[in-house]
Structures are given as C-alpha cells and as structure tokens.
C-alpha cells in the first residue's frame, strides 16, 4: 500500500489557507477587527448591536432631522412609555395675540378672543386627558407687562383650552399670551 505524501506546494498552500481562515476567525473571535479593515459603506444598522454606537463613534452632522424618519420614533420608549406618546404635549403650543390671532402655534385648529379678557384656543385633538400652562407674553421680544392669567378646559369643546387674562388690578383685560398643552 503506498502512502501519500503531499508535494512541497501543496503543503505551502494547505499552510497558507489555514492561516487565512484562522486568522480571520481570530480576528473575529477577539474582536480585533478594526475600522482600518472594513470597507467603507459595509457595515448596515441591522450590524451594530443596540446601544452599540455612542455620540463620539458618530461623525459631526453625520445624523441630522432628515434623515430620522418620524414613523421610526413610534417604536422608540423612554421610559417604558412610547417616545409618541411623551412627545405629543410639547408638539401643542401656541402664542395668541391680545386681538386672538394665532402668532404661531402646533397643532393649533383655530383661536378667537370671545370677550374682554376671554379667549379660546381649539386643537387638533381630545384634550381631556391633557394638562395646560399659560403665562402672559408678547408675540415679539417686547416685555409681556404686568397681570395675570388663568387656563381651563372649554367646556364646549373638548378640543379647546379657555384662557382668562386679567390686569394687575385683577380687572379683565385683553394680553397676549403663550400657552403649552401636555398630554
């Protein structure tokens, strides 16, 4: 029976092969690849483990608004609570002027002043279960003056806020003023 010897080549080859494999399943068991070895544009989100990348690993401006799509926040928690549900109430704002007008505003339907004092800010959705916050401002960067403020559901509505503004003597006036809903 004769016995097989590989040539000299083929032993050179067979060497080479498992120290090519080996050295890549070193690498990969150690964690000893680096940035130095990966292609560029290879690596996909599903690659990178959660939690795995942190602001420095991140290059400046390489993340901006558009380029997070806003369905993706839904699955995101913070926590324990879905981040769509905790980020609604400052998505509701708005800055009426002492006319009524709406400066500007989110989530805003429309807003009147019903009387001396009195307005009503309507949204686009149920507030029932929502807390709100006025306090007197300008629309511009001009002082907001002196009085008062107070904020309650309309009852009318249950989209609406009714806000009451008062001078410093307590007496109805008319004030511009900013108010946040938080739901």
Not at 104 to 125: C, E, K, N
Not at 136 to 153: F, I, N, R, W
Request: proline share 3%; glycine share 14%.
């Amino acid at each position: 029976m004769k016995r097989f010897m590989p040539s000299p080549a083929m032993a050179v080859a067979c060497t080479a092969l498992f120290v090519a494999l080996g050295g890549v399943s070193y690498g990969l068991a150690t964690g000893s690849i680096s940035g130095r070895e990966i292609k560029n544009g290879t690596i996909l989100s599903k690659d990178v483990r959660d939690r795995g990348l942190r602001g420095p690993d991140l290059g400046r401006d390489s993340i901006g608004g558009n380029s997070v799509k806003e369905e993706s926040l839904n699955s995101l928690k913070i926590g324990g609570v879905p981040l769509s549900l905790t980020s609604q109430g400052s998505a509701h704002h708005a800055v009426i002027a002492s006319g009524g007008a709406a400066v500007r505003a989110r989530g805003l339907a429309s807003s009147a002043r019903t009387g001396t004092g009195t307005y009503q800010a309507i949204f686009d959705r149920d507030l029932r279960q929502c807390a709100y916050v006025a306090t007197l401002g300008d629309e511009s960067a001009a002082a907001p003056g002196t009085g008062q403020v107070s904020v309650t559901s309309l009852p009318s509505n249950v989209n609406g806020v009714r806000v009451l503004t008062r001078n410093s003597d307590g007496q109805a006036a008319n004030r511009s003023f900013h108010l946040v809903v938080s739901c």
